[in-house]
């Protein structure tokens, strides 16, 4: 007696390689037909995994960054010197604030670091200097 034998075909699975071997070739056991779309995906994997390989190779292993340090350009200091001068006398201008701050420190008794921001007006006229420091506390000091 024969034995009768019932073949499946194999059902293609999704891969990008093109299996035209099995659709061309009907007739094949199913042994061949599965050897066959093994064969292919194993090709498609190569495939895929040489592209991998070539492309890992072709990147550097580490980028290196350099960070290039730059300094601020400045203006050089300047020496800033403001003279007032009025019926034959001159004021320097720096020495009327150093008075505002010997005010503020010794007779207010304040630190000098508590002072934020001072704002002087000089009236020759009058031979004197006013003053606002944190816009709040005003005085008078004599040139």
């Known amino acids: 007696m024969a034995n009768k034998t019932t073949t499946k075909k194999a059902e293609p699975k999704a891969t990008t390689a093109k299996t035209t071997t099995a659709s061309k070739a009907p007739a094949k056991k199913q042994d061949d037909v599965a050897t066959t779309v093994v064969e292919t995906e194993a090709k498609a994997e190569?495939?895929?995994?040489?592209?991998?390989?070539?492309?890992?190779?072709?990147?550097?292993?580490?980028?290196?960054?350099?960070?290039?340090?730059?300094?601020?350009?400045?203006a050089p200091a300047i020496n800033e010197?403001?003279?007032?001068q009025f019926l034959g006398r001159e004021v320097f201008a720096k020495d009327v604030v150093e008075n505002i701050k010997k005010v503020w420190t010794?007779?207010?008794?304040?630190?000098?670091?508590?002072?934020?921001?001072l704002k002087v007006y000089i009236k020759p006229e009058e031979?004197?200097?006013?003053?606002?420091?944190?816009?709040?506390?005003?005085?008078?000091?004599s040139l």
């Open 106 to 117: 010794d007779e207010m008794g304040k630190k000098a670091a508590d002072m934020k921001e």
């Open 81 to 84: 010197e403001v003279y007032i």
């Open 46 to 74: 190569k495939k895929t995994t040489a592209k991998t390989t070539k492309t890992a190779a072709k990147k550097p292993a580490a980028k290196r960054t350099t960070t290039r340090k730059t300094t601020a350009k400045t």
């Open 127 to 141: 031979n004197a200097a006013y003053y606002v420091i944190n816009g709040d506390v005003t005085g008078c000091v």
